[in-house]
């Protein structure tokens, strides 16, 4: 039985408030909007499906959802091999910011957070706007966007 989400309204994408706040945005894949968390602390990445209305993994389609798991594996080797020994987390919670995106983050035991979660542990350690552009440009060339 598939899942029946909500209707929506609008037939445009919109990325939420809230991302659109706390990332930069890298460009995006075929499915999904790359963003980079915006702290200083920990190499985070979020993908966000470009379509309107997600909430659940199970309002994308079966060939969307196959397409996000590939751009989830392609992000998750980009970081891991930016940073091998260190732990990748993936999740997409979505108890804060219902639009339907996925947080990849590389921890390292001693981070400010370690072990528990990375969101709501403390306010995020902003990039400088120089900084950014480096971060973002660096980010860019290692997701071939």
């Known amino acids: ?9 609008s037939n445009l994408f919109v990325l939420d408030e809230r991302l659109a706040h706390d990332c930069l945005r890298l460009g995006a894949f075929g499915l999904c909007e790359v963003l980079l968390f915006d702290d200083t602390r920990y190499d985070w990445l979020v993908l966000v499906p ?10 994308l389609s079966n060939a969307e959802q196959q ?10 080797h980009s970081l891991k091999e930016w940073r091998p020994t260190a ?3 993936v999740g997409a919670l979505g108890n804060v910011v ?7 983050v590389l921890r390292e035991s001693g981070d400010p957070a ?5 969101w709501g542990h403390s306010a995020a350690h902003r990039h400088s706007a120089g900084d950014a552009t480096e971060r973002c440009a ?8």
Not at 114 to 118: A, D, R
């Open 1 to 9: 039985m598939r899942y029946n989400k909500p209707k929506d309204e």
């Open 50 to 59: 470009r379509r309107p209305g997600l909430v659940e993994f199970l309002d």
């Open 67 to 76: 397409q996000l798991a590939l751009e989830i594996q392609q992000t998750s």
């Open 87 to 89: 732990k990748l987390n």
């Open 98 to 104: 219902s639009q339907l995106h996925v947080h990849l």
């Open 114 to 118: 370690w072990p528990g979660p990375v």
């Open 138 to 145: 660096v980010w860019r060339q290692r997701l071939g966007l």
